[in-house]
């Protein structure tokens, strides 16, 4: 009998798990459909350019951040479709940063999410140029949401200010400077945890504030998908620098071990893989403790376990 409901319980586990799997899926085809009509085309001048844009925005990817964005809105009562926007203009903007984050004089990737990155292929000028068309265009993109019907240009506006802080000096850029300017240096752990909820931490707090601020979401909901958004940033870079240690690199997509050939400091390697493992673990409770209270939480709270469990 108890070997009948163990069975029961790992199905419903499963079960629950493909419906997640394919809900990413789908959203992510939505995304991609958007971006391709947000993005300049190929025929347009500078081909080159709009070719090199193209080619990074559809190399792949989970698609997570925009994902959070729709999600987000969609907690608090807005139609997901009416975030698309800014969900398309937080996309553009990781991509410029992995773009940047890959050329000879960051990291020197020369493959992301299995394929050539943009530098190998279309050369290092054009992929720099490529990342500061994303970033700039995005903002375009993201003001577009003003025009949607039922979405407030005020609520766009404060988007614009959260994302844009977001992204530059005092988040994801200021994050990636103290990050480089630590490699092959010795770090302590408050030092790692600046860089992580700099470097990857605050695109995701943006995307999660910027659907909820759009579904003109109370001030208090605001603090706790904040809040929620820098715990799940913590465990997807905690995940992040656990793979660079033990992934398979036809998973990723990417080489294994880059971090240490890069002299990148890691939370394996300040702190240990067990004690990262744990952090994880204690961060994914809390995160989940936050939004335990929210209806339709369904998704958050899958979020969550598969950032924690993700092999790629």
């Not at 203009?89 to 940063?97: A, D, F, K, N, Q």
């Not at 019907?149 to 404060?158: H, K, N, Q």
């Not at 988040?171 to 770090?187: H, L, Y």
Request: aromatic share 8%; net charge negative.
């Amino acid at each position: 009998m108890a070997i009948y409901f163990v069975r029961k319980l790992m199905m419903e586990v499963l079960i629950k798990l493909n419906k997640f799997n394919d809900h990413l899926k789908q959203s992510a085809v939505m995304i991609e459909k958007a971006i391709d009509k947000v993005l300049p085309t190929e025929n347009k001048h500078p081909s080159i350019l709009h070719e090199a844009m193209r080619y990074s925005a559809f190399a792949g990817g989970k698609r997570i951040r925009p994902i959070m964005v729709l999600e987000a809105a969609k907690i608090f009562g807005l139609a997901p479709e009416k975030a698309i926007f800014t969900a398309c203009g937080i996309e553009m903007i990781h991509t410029y940063s992995l773009i940047h984050d890959d050329l000879p004089l960051m990291d020197d990737d020369d493959f992301r999410r299995g394929k050539p990155t943009c530098h190998k292929v279309f050369g290092d000028a054009i992929a720099l140029l490529a990342g500061d068309a994303l970033l700039t265009n995005a903002f375009t993109v993201i003001a577009q949401n003003a025009k949607v019907e039922g979405i407030s240009a005020v609520a766009v506006l404060d988007v614009i200010d959260k994302i844009s802080e977001a992204a530059g000096s005092l988040g994801m850029v200021g994050g990636q400077t103290v990050d480089f300017e630590s490699c092959g240096k010795r770090i302590d752990k408050d030092t790692l945890i600046y860089i992580d909820t700099h470097k990857t931490g605050c695109l995701i707090r943006a995307s999660l504030w910027s659907g909820a601020r759009l579904a003109e979401a109370k001030a208090q909901d605001l603090d706790t998908i904040d809040k929620f958004g820098e715990k799940l940033g913590l465990i997807f870079q905690i995940k992040d620098d656990i793979l660079d240690v033990t992934g398979d690199e036809k998973v990723l997509g990417k080489p294994v071990g880059s971090d240490e050939k890069n002299l990148k400091n890691t939370f394996p390697q300040v702190v240990g893989y067990e004690n990262s493992l744990q952090i994880a673990e204690k961060l994914s409770k809390e995160a989940k403790q936050l939004l335990a209270a929210y209806k339709n939480n369904d998704f958050f709270i899958q979020l969550v376990d598969f950032l924690l469990n993700r092999n790629y």
